[in-house]
């Protein structure tokens, strides 16, 4: 009865409830938002407990929708309370700028990241690339991202269909996915330290 | 249990994903297309409204901008009920309802008015508060049986998804879809564009009829 | 089909004029004749027609087609023997079609009837609840295999009464002047039909006259099971002179109170349910 | 709309239904489809065949909001 799975669910359903009963304490629309991000947490923990490959790919649904609900609802948060778009400057990294130091650090979690490869591999080197993109303030070029993100995309869906109607090259698909999940989490990843909305200038 | 919805006349095995076809869903597919097409051929209406104090009657025009928005959120929840009218796949049933919740939410958040924001915004809590259960539900039936497919769930004589996961599946479904029932549903109804609102209340009750096949079936 | 159909039509229109004559001698008034409706139905359905000038045009008259449509399929559905969760997703559109009637004009007293309409959806929940008991009994949901089972063991009323008792309360609240038709107080003017007139509300009394045989004859084949024709047709007018009686009897309750009560209903229901579950 | 197009609706699917009936009743449509067309064409054939009788050339108004 007492495996580990039971012994990890009980532990999040524990923590979801304690997320709730704060978010039917709290009145404050503001600080009820950040507690619902809080409370999604669990419900990709839930996932995780499967511990399979299968866990890894519905996580990344399940992740993509609370995101965009919580980016709906602050919308909403905004729009709702008036609030006016404030002008917004890059994170005051710019002192070590001229330096190596972040460039080094990208470098070794991204290569990091490709020897995980799959989805942890996405988020350590989205890491990479988001920390390069922080120090190096944000005047990049997103469409080399996007780019980046849609042959993904393109390299993903060829996997699929090469597991679907030529089963016989399952390595070469499992590779083209691991790359392509790859580069999708990383590529998501680094857009989102740099989302600021749009800038009105 | 295999009846529920009536013999089945289709499906599409498409990898681990099964679209499949009982006269049920057909029904419920087919009565949210012929909603969607009735939103994206119909005009918002505009409600009258009788001034206090002044013998007057004004009527609320929806701006072109704002109904754009909305029309395209009531299509995007008008495919995301079809999608999960046929999905045989109970977290690709999940991720649907979820769509549903935040178009939902979408088609009344862009009304320009105080009351109707508010009471979208707490839907949205709503919403994604059901995002837990319903996902954690989806996720414990991979976990307890092994496969998230509907047709091998209902292959099964005895049903083999406990019955605390299967409560917190409707659990899931009531916040995610059904909230307008019990969170703000008189103050949303206020928002002028009737085919728009339409699609909320729609998608909620396909989506709660739906769950109550999967229920019965898995 | 089409004879069978232009039957269930006018039946389900004299089974309402039963509904309101019943009504109108419990409560020591002549009351019209019990063909009014039809004739009602076939007055609107000449009259000169248009559409308000605020209306949601495409939506008004949708509406109109997809009440009368949904309501042919149920009649179908139920002829077929198919699932029985079909006619209870027919059924809980019937709001949808309803909200839409209500929303799609502008008018200030559609609106307040549509809203109203939603709020109510407590009093379907009774309604899964039958299902639930059913389908615990006879394993499927198919009304053809629920007919079978009734002739092996017996109607399904005298097996699970409090299921029965459910679904006649679910019946009840789409009955006109009963207790729970807060969706056409006269407070709202005529709630949600307020602004369909001429043939737009000749095609809602033919969705209602539908609706009332779909929903009668879905009652007493769930819980009498398959019997003769004519027999069939008696039943329904014995039931609508029992519902005649509750509607006779009981006030209009305010809206609050309706939704509390039908709530209340339904959560007996659902312990019902729980404890068929637990023995069954 | 315009008493001829109202007229061909009614006509349309009065001619469709009639001729399934046939169809069916000779065995060469099955039951299903006939009820399919029976559900697409009674609601238009009722409709369109009120309008065609008085169809509505007032001009439009606004809703009723009391006295």
């Known amino acids: 009865m007492w495996n580990e799975y039971s012994v990890g669910l009980f532990i999040v359903l524990i923590s979801a409830a304690i997320g709730f009963l704060a978010l039917a304490r709290e009145t404050d629309d503001f600080h009820r938002l950040l507690l619902i991000d809080l409370v999604e947490i669990p419900s990709l923990a839930i996932i995780a407990l499967l511990g399979t490959d299968l866990a890894e790919a519905l996580i990344l649904p399940g992740l993509v929708v609370g995101i965009s609900e919580l980016l709906a609802l602050s919308q909403l948060y905004i729009v709702k309370e008036g609030l006016r778009s404030r002008p917004v400057k890059s994170p005051g990294i710019e002192v070590i700028e001229l330096a190596h130091a972040p460039l080094i650090i990208s470098v070794f979690l991204v290569a990091y990241g490709i020897v995980l490869s799959g989805f942890t591999g996405g988020g350590i080197a989205g890491l990479g690339v988001i920390f390069y993109i922080m120090s190096r303030g944000h005047s990049e070029r997103f469409e080399i991202v996007e780019m980046a993100s849609g042959i993904s995309w393109a390299v993903w869906i060829i996997a699929f269909f090469v597991f679907m109607f030529l089963p016989q090259y399952w390595y070469m698909a499992v590779m083209l996915a691991a790359v392509g999940i790859l580069l999708k989490v990383a590529a998501k990843m680094s857009l989102m330290g740099t989302m600021w909305g749009a800038h009105d200038e | ?218 | 089909m089409i004879p069978y159909l232009i039957f269930a039509i006018f039946f389900g229109l004299l089974l309402l004029g039963i509904h309101r004559k019943t009504i109108a001698r419990i409560q020591r008034r002549p009351g019209p004749p019990v063909w009014q409706e039809i004739l009602h139905m076939l007055k609107f359905a000449f009259k000169v027609t248009w559409i308000p000038a605020t209306a949601s045009d495409t939506l008004f008259v949708g509406v109109v087609l997809i009440a009368i449509g949904i309501w042919t399929a149920a009649l179908f559905v139920v002829l077929a023997g198919e699932s029985i969760l079909i006619i209870f997703g027919i059924y809980m559109l019937h709001k949808i079609v309803e909200h839409g009637f209500g929303l799609s004009s502008g008018s200030p007293y559609g609106k307040f009837g549509g809203v109203r309409s939603v709020i109510s959806a407590a009093s379907e929940i009774p309604l899964f609840v039958s299902i639930a008991a059913i389908a615990i009994y006879t394993k499927s949901l198919m009304l053809s295999d629920i007919i079978d089972y009734q002739q092996v063991h017996g109607p399904l009323i005298f097996i699970i009464p409090l299921a029965a008792f459910a679904m006649y309360m679910v019946i009840l609240s789409k009955m006109p002047y009963g207790p729970f038709s807060v969706v056409e107080a006269k407070e709202l003017v005529s709630g949600y039909k307020t602004e369909h007139f001429g043939v737009w509300r000749a095609g809602l009394e033919i969705c209602n006259g539908l609706k009332s045989y779909v929903l009668l004859m879905t009652f007493v084949i769930v819980f009498f099971g398959a019997v003769p024709f004519a027999w069939l047709l008696l039943a329904m007018v014995l039931i609508i002179i029992t519902l005649a009686f509750v509607c006779a009897l009981c006030p209009m309750l305010s809206p609050f109170d309706s939704v509390t009560i039908q709530t209340g209903i339904a959560g007996l229901m659902l312990i019902y349910a729980l404890y068929l579950g637990w023995t069954g | 709309m315009k008493k001829k197009t109202v007229f061909a609706i009614v006509l349309a699917c009065g001619v469709t239904a009639l001729v399934s009936m046939g169809l069916n009743w000779a065995g060469i449509m099955p039951l299903w489809l006939y009820e399919t067309v029976l559900v697409v064409d009674t609601p238009a054939f009722v409709i369109a065949l009120g309008l065609w009788v008085m169809a509505g050339n007032a001009d439009e108004d606004i809703p009723f909001i009391g006295y």
């Open chain 2, 1 to 218: 249990m295999s009846s529920v919805g009536g013999a089945t006349l289709a499906h599409l095995p498409f990898g681990d994903i099964v679209i499949y076809i009982t006269p049920f869903t057909l029904t419920l597919f087919l009565l949210a297309l012929v909603f969607t097409i009735l939103v994206i051929a119909s005009r918002p209406e505009r409600q009258l409204d009788i001034t206090f104090g002044a013998d007057r009657i004004i009527t609320k025009e929806t701006g072109l901008t704002e109904m754009r928005f909305r029309r395209f959120m009531a299509i995007a929840c008008g495919l995301a009920s079809m999608g999960a009218m046929l999905t045989g796949d109970v977290f690709d049933f999940a991720l649907f309802t979820s769509l549903v919740g935040i178009t939902n939410v979408g088609i009344v958040a862009a009304v320009k008015s105080r009351h109707v924001q508010n009471a979208a915004f707490q839907y949205g809590l709503v919403a994604m508060a059901g995002t837990v259960p319903l996902f954690g539900a989806a996720a414990m039936v991979a976990a307890t049986t092994g496969t998230l497919s509907m047709l091998e769930l209902a292959k099964e004589a005895t049903s083999v998804v406990p019955f605390a996961v299967k409560a917190f599946l409707v659990l899931g479904v009531m916040g995610e879809g059904m909230a307008p029932f019990y969170a703000a549903k008189a103050e949303m109804f206020r928002a002028p564009g009737a085919p728009y609102v339409i699609m909320c209340s729609l998608s909620s009750l396909l989506i709660f009829l739906r769950v109550i096949e999967v229920v019965l079936t898995v």
